[in-house]
């Protein structure tokens, strides 16, 4: 099983910005959809963007209404790390960010199954903080 290594967290101010990545080891995400998720204290975890897997160049990516605008989801085409670019950051975008992998999620003219659903994703990373100060 590819195992998920996220990093690029830390402190910034609120209005910055900061990249995630999270890298596959072991395998590559091949054949797999991604998905950023996060959790703040005392908060469940909520998702934050996700994108399909594709044998070819053409991507689909799905936001939550939170950051739609500014977060972007993207993915290398070696498939070995995906990225969460979060631009105008804001206090309450503060939490741990997971990444995550789903072999179950299609996508077909639309996704098949949820990618906002954390049931969908069979493979998480160890979570890297993003704190953002006001």
């Known amino acids: 099983q590819v195992q998920l290594v996220e990093f690029g967290g830390g402190l910034v101010q609120a209005g910055g910005s900061v990249r995630l990545s999270c890298a596959a080891s072991?395998?590559?995400?091949?054949?797999?959809?991604m998905g950023w998720f996060r959790q703040a204290p005392g908060k469940e975890r909520e998702f934050v963007a996700a994108?399909?897997?594709?044998?070819?160049?053409?991507?689909?990516?799905y936001y939550a209404d939170s950051v739609r605008g500014r977060f972007t989801i993207s993915r290398d085409k070696a498939n070995i790390t995906v990225y969460l670019q979060m631009n105008s950051l804001k206090a309450e975008d503060t939490a741990v960010y997971y990444c995550a992998s789903s072999r179950n999620l299609r996508y077909s003219s639309t996704w098949l199954r949820s990618p906002a659903s954390p049931d969908e994703y069979d493979n998480w990373g160890q979570g890297t903080q993003v704190t953002v100060s006001s």
């Open positions: 072991g395998r590559t995400f091949s054949g797999s959809a």
């Open positions: 994108i399909t897997w594709s044998g070819g160049s053409i991507y689909y990516t």
